[in-house]
């Protein structure tokens, strides 16, 4: 009996190792790059937590999608740019200001680079910024509650792209103008023929001052060349006080770039000596200009209803009257990225056109400032000699070199979009050491803390621009997709992918122990101080003012408090103040009235929201609860009587009996 | 008495005031929804939630099954009990003045007839709570009932609720015993 097994399994042997060398071969496109302790790698067990939160911008959706690392998986979407029906950001009366601008309303963002706060050169989980790039924005969203905080506007920048990047104590945010425009010496955008570009288009980068509690101002704008600004980060360390953006189009080429912006051999990155700048405003220097921009912020103080507020100058450096404060480093080819390594002695930058990656040293770019080792200037700003600034080239790094992060322990991790891979390289010797594939063509990449001195080099993520082949196909669009790489061993190995919202660009990631103790669960109903809360159901009531109707209305767990509502006459502007009435953890209620316009609320534990309704004709109409949030949610509604215009019905609200 | 008995006596007094500072009793609950716990800390003058906003969860919970909410500001022994510590404190210390051994016993004895009594008076509180159930409430279980344990665990619905003497409690004991114990040891002596 025992030996007839033994045969049987000797049989099997040779089976499985040709149907193992079969299965192999098929996979063609290499993707067997995963293995089988990938799964356990990535495993959260139900009722733990992921390790890390991963923030990924939401690009043209406008939003931060939030994900938990390892797992892949969405935790949450914070609405930033763009209006969210989900909980009524951008529609309730508390948040509909956030998304005010120059231009007016603008309810739709194209978000692009979130960055973490630091201190000390770390991440400190206090906030994350994002900028947006049509409407030039930068966001700051408060960690503590997952919520947009405050938005400012960018003036004089058309197209926000090289933003939102933070120096090492988060004294500035950084933002840069993608598009040149043709700028006035009042610094209008003016009515001339584009092609004037050459005399008449100047772009700007902009200095963002953060507050202790996180108000952000613009404190100053330097003027610059009329070349495409395109991402930029601090200096740390040694680089501390200095900050880098890239810029293509130094042919100042305004059609067909594709080719025209393509032709010098080499384009700038700008080295910015913001320290230097920031002690030029100190001592009044450059100039108040006409800058008008709008600011929103959630003030606190009142309930936390967004206000704006419109700040019409802006203070203009100019680096040809103040000396020290810009100077081009010469970079091939057309350079997109730009990235300095955790010790802050080297610049990266990624020539998407390049067949090198070319790594500057600070240490020599201080010393050919100070020997001026020029080889000519652009619009009075010294441009150093490539040579003389140069720390090594990484030779053969893929097609289309475009971001670097690193791993704290002397490795730089470059995406190379058209090769589609991410190669791993040695920072001080410049060798290629490792090389992963990914699914397919990856713009950013990110490590946990992999822009700021301190990184977990634990996992990476790509940041894929194409996706097909790798999930369900649902049409010709689909979610672009991350993949999950280890990098802690020697080789790069692919844990998992998970498909993500809109188009991500860049993304951040920190600890998750770092947030959570930040974390706020429900908000103090003795704190709320909205001019139209009702912390108690004694307090609940309704008062006209014209055809204006004020609803103090609350909501417990599981009514609402009044139920029915009489006296409401068509032509009526009725604002329902929902208090939720609820102090516990994760227990929102939501209010929506049929034929609202404009969105339904989703109201936190201890908060206060406006929504606004318009009846337009008579009769009884229910509202209800959205979220569901007892045994007895389906009870939780009421209605509201609408009489005709000219009707004298008084008021009639209540609760029960 | 001696001295040294004498101060034993008062400290067995002073020790009460440690009454006013912490709880005496505690109940917690836990349930599938509430992983972290919610519970609830007697004190010699109120009831409050361990975290500030439990009771007024724990009383939103409750309306679910017809229980009346509890509201430390209608309860007449939260009033009363303040004074019956301040008594024991004071005539503590007038024993320990006197130096009458057999005081001692006095006040031994009246603070555990009010210990006995405030053990059934929490007893019949928790069971009117428990009982005395809002006929229109939404969550009726037939033969249910929701008195809290004396003391030690009870699953109620999905809620496993545990009731346990806190540090108060002990301050109590840890009071009667020095008495005890003084009176005990200036038995052999002529006051």
Known sequence: MKKQMYSHRFWMLPAVVLISITLFGCNGNGNFSSNSDAAQKVYVAPGELDEFYGFMSGGYNGQLGVYGLPSGRHIFTIPVFSQAPVNGYGYSEESKAMLNTTHGFVPWGDSHHPELSQTNGETDGRWIFINENNTPRVARIGLDEFKTQEIIEIPNSAGNHASAFVTPNTEYVSAATRFSIPMDEDMNNMDVSIDSYKDTFRGTLSFIKVS?????????????????????????????????????????????????????????????????????????????????????????????????????????????????????????????????????????????????????????????????????????????????????????????????????????????????????????????????????????????????????????????????????????????????????????????????????????????????????????????????????????????????????????????????????????????????????????????????????????????????????????????????????????????????????????????? | MKTSHKIWMAFAALLLIGIYLVPIWSIGMEAPQYPEGIGMNIMVDNIEGKEPQDLKNINGLNHYIGMKPIEPASIPELKIMPYIFGFLIISGLVIAGTGKRTLILFWLGIFILVSIAGLVDFYLWGYDYGHNLNPDAPIKVPGMTYQPPLIGSKQLLNINATSLPHIGFYISLVSMSIAGLAWWKSKDQKS
Request: glycine share 8%.
């Open chain 1, 212 to 657: 202790e509690e996180g108000k952000m101002n613009i404190d100053f704008q330097i003027l610059m060349p009329g070349f495409d600004y395109d991402l930029s980060h601090s200096g740390k360390g040694p680089s501390d006080g200095w900050a880098f953006f890239t810029s293509y189009n130094s042919e100042m080429a305004h059609s067909l770039l594709e080719i025209n912006a393509s032709k010098n051999d080499k384009d700038f990155i700008a080295a910015i000596n913001w320290r230097k700048a920031a002690e030029y405003v100190k001592e009044g220097k450059g100039k108040m200009m006409p800058g008008k921009h709008v600011r929103n912020y959630i003030d606190h103080e009142e309930g936390g209803i967004a206000k704006s507020e419109t700040i019409n100058e802006v203070r203009i450096l100019d680096p040809r009257e103040l000396e020290g404060i810009v100077y081009f480093l010469p970079t091939p080819k057309s350079p997109h990225g730009v990235d300095v390594d955790p010790t802050g002695q080297y610049i990266i930058a990624g020539g998407k056109l390049s067949t090198v990656i070319p790594v500057h040293s600070f240490a020599k770019m201080i010393e050919a400032i100070e020997n001026e080792d020029f080889e000519g200037e652009v619009m009075g700003i010294p441009v150093l000699k490539y040579d003389s600034i140069l720390h090594g080239e990484v030779e053969d790094p893929g097609l289309g070199p475009l971001h670097t992060e690193f791993d704290g322990k002397g490795y730089a991790y470059t995406t190379a979009f058209i090769s589609s891979e991410i190669v791993k390289w040695d920072i001080e010797n410049t060798q290629v050491v490792d090389r992963i594939d990914t699914y397919y063509s990856p713009g950013h990449l990110m490590i946990p803390g992999g822009d700021s001195q301190k990184p977990d080099g634990k996992y990476l993520v790509a940041l894929n621009k194409i996706t097909k082949d790798r999930y369900l196909p649902t049409g010709p669009e689909m979610f672009h997709s991350a993949q999950l790489i280890d990098i802690s061993g020697d080789k790069m190995q692919l844990l998992l992918d998970f498909p993500t919202e809109g188009e991500p660009h860049y993304a951040q990631g920190i600890a998750a122990e770092k947030v959570i103790k930040n974390q706020k669960r429900f908000y103090k109903l003795e704190e709320n101080t909205h001019p139209f809360r009702a912390t108690s159901e004694a307090q609940t009531k309704i008062e006209r003012n014209g055809n204006e109707v004020h609803v103090y209305m609350t909501t417990i767990r599981s009514h609402f408090a009044p139920d029915n509502i009489e006296g409401i006459k068509v032509g009526d502007k009725v604002y329902f103040h929902v208090t939720n009435l609820e102090q516990d953890w994760d227990v929102p209620h939501g209010f929506a009235i049929k034929g609202a316009n404009n969105a339904e609320l989703l109201i936190m534990p201890g908060e206060t929201l406006t929504l606004t309704w318009e009846p337009k004709e008579t009769g009884v109409f229910p509202f209800y609860c959205t979220d569901f949030c007892s045994a007895l949610h389906q009870e939780m509604q009421g209605y509201v009587r609408v009489s005709p215009e000219n009707s004298d019905i008084d008021f009639k609200y209540g609760t029960g009996q």
